[in-house]
């Protein structure tokens, strides 16, 4: 009999977790376009090689008093993402290393009770199909810096200086309206 198969696009978590099963796999960019498009982008960005993001999945079932088993997993990933430095707005490179634990319950309620007292790993409602794709995407997400920025940045920002010592004072931007107000009064 051929061994059955897993669908990382439409698992069934439970029969994983029964089997106590191993994936592994590689999503390129492109089907990671979430991920992707939170990387630096434009016309004077690097260009990305498309290695695309492994990773593995480890499942199985974790005994408990008084309860059924809970299905439990392991996502692991490691990819490098290059995004804008916020201080010298050159790249940076970061290496994304991931390993993120979940547990399973039967339902939101359940899962959302569990997952307050849990610091350990994130507790999920069992759904009938997981699209790890997306789970693995909405990790490399979270994963990034909200400010991204070099320890120290290989070229330090300058302002420019132009203009700086010799400025002119701005135009009001009514000052037309008062000259031609003003000529208007001398006239009557």
Not at 25 to 39: C, K, Q, V, W, Y
Not at 78 to 97: E, F, M, N, W
């Amino acid at each position: 009999m051929k061994p059955r198969t897993h669908d990382p696009l439409a698992l069934d978590v439970r029969r994983l977790c029964r089997e106590g099963g191993a994936l592994s796999g590689r999503f390129s960019l492109a089907e990671l376009g979430r991920f992707r498009d939170s990387l630096w982008s434009g016309d004077d960005a690097p260009v990305p090689a498309d290695d695309g993001v492994p990773w593995t999945l480890e499942a199985g079932l974790r005994e408990r008093r008084g309860a059924p088993p809970q299905c439990v997993m392991t996502l692991s990933a490691t990819t490098r993402a290059t995004v804008r430095c916020q201080r010298c707005l050159g790249p940076l490179q970061l290496p994304l290393a991931l390993e993120r634990r979940y547990a399973f319950a039967d339902s939101e309620d359940e899962a959302a009770e569990a997952d307050a007292d849990n610091d350990d790993e994130d507790v999920l409602a069992l759904p009938p199909r997981l699209d790890l794709r997306e789970l693995l995407e909405d990790e490399l997400i979270l994963a990034l810096p909200l400010v991204p920025r070099h320890d120290a940045c290989p070229v330090p920002w300058t302002p420019p200086q132009h203009g700086l010592a010799e400025e002119e004072p701005e135009a009001h931007p009514f000052a037309a309206l008062a000259a031609l107000r003003g000529g208007e009064r001398s006239g009557r």
